[in-house]
């Protein structure tokens, strides 16, 4: 038998194997963090149409609605306003506009793994819902945020009435301590907004805490900034 053939006959030493083994776990550490990357980056975008198709659908509903948004008309009319029951939670804003977003996959973000999209806007709950709604947002006041990731933090105040949160800033020192939540959603230092002027804003916290100081008081209906958060 030819030297050739012998090698092949006798495989791999231990040696050999375990170089080829570091090799490939050498590979693998390299490759997997940035895969890791652009899965969240892929995540995000489609967070971000999500954002974006939910803009859409609450201005077609707006048109609808004498150009106001599901919390600005009452619940008599159709609207989802806040009515002291404690009923006009985030996912009730959602449901009532469900003919223009379609389907509740849009008020799910993919990179929350917490939460579940509800199967219709029948039965769609908080726990299907990964957005919050901006109480003060309005067609008129294009610096509000309509809809934004549910990590968004900082709030002065949170549980308050229909599960609401609101940064004070009516108050010096109010919203000083917005700040995307690390445990939920896109994680720390990053998250996104739609505003009410159509965008959609992929934010840092100082992006963040830039735009809710950056939106004056007269253009809140009690000098807060709040959120419908679910």
Known sequence: MSK???????????I?????????ATLASMLLPALARSKSKAQRIRCANNLKQIE?????????????YPWQVEQTAGGA???GTDNATANFQFC????????????????DTQRNAATNFANCALTNVS????????????????????NMGGFEF????DNTACYTINVPGGGQNAKWKKSLCHGANAGNSGMSDGSVQQFKDSGLLRT????????TVDGTLRFYVP
């Open 4 to 14: 050739a053939g012998k090698l092949a006959q006798r495989g791999f030493t231990l």
């Open 212 to 219: 809710v100081l950056n939106i004056p008081s007269a253009d």
């Open 158 to 161: 949170t549980g308050l009435d």
């Open 131 to 150: 957005y919050c709604a901006g109480n003060d947002a309005d067609e008129n006041k294009p610096k509000n945020i309509l809809a934004a990731d549910r």
């Open 96 to 111: 009532v506009a469900s003919n223009e977003l379609v389907t509740p996959k849009i008020v799910m973000c993919p990179s």
């Open 16 to 24: 050999e194997l375990l170089v080829v083994v570091a090799i490939i």
């Open 81 to 83: 306003k806040p009515n």
């Open 56 to 68: 859409l659908g609450m201005k077609v509903w707006a048109n609808d609605n004498n150009s106001k």
